[in-house]
Nanobody, 118 residues
Framework: QVQLVESGGGLVQAGGSLRLSCAASGRTGRTYAMGWFRQAPGKDRVFVASIRWSDNYTYYASSIQGRFTVSRDNTKNTVYLQMNSLKPEDTAVYYC???????????WGQGTQVTVSS
């Protein structure tokens, strides 16, 4: 079992920044990658960014490319999502997830709300 706890969400004005954190605990030894997803009201959950454990390769959705940065702190078993130049359309609940063996995301956090006002 893996437990994921997100934090760092909140209300910010357009053009502002937030940094989300996702702390992982439990059986994380087989982690292949961790990712961030978001779900806006009335819409499906969509991919935002991911980071691969073996080489820190990162991958981003085109909608946030150049504005968001995913990173990790090995010592804290934590993944971050730095979000800059936020737009109202970035408003969503943000979730982190862990992919243990490269076959898809196995565990999910409870989500953290990000609201961007215009």
């Amino acid at each position: 079992q893996v437990q994921l706890v997100e934090s760092g969400g909140g209300l910010v004005q357009a053009g502002g920044s937030l940094r989300l954190s996702c702390a992982a605990s439990g059986r994380t030894g087989r982690t292949y990658a961790m990712g961030w997803f978001r779900q806006a009201p009335g819409k499906d959950r969509v991919f935002v960014a991911s980071i691969r454990w073996s080489d820190n390769y990162t991958y981003y959705a085109s909608s946030i490319q150049g504005r968001f940065t995913v990173s990790r702190d090995n010592t804290k078993n934590t993944v971050y999502l730095q979000m800059n130049s936020l737009k109202p359309e970035d408003t969503a609940v943000y979730y982190c997830a862990v992919d243990l063996e490269g076959g898809g995301y196995d565990y999910w956090g409870q989500g953290t709300q990000v609201t961007v006002s215009s």
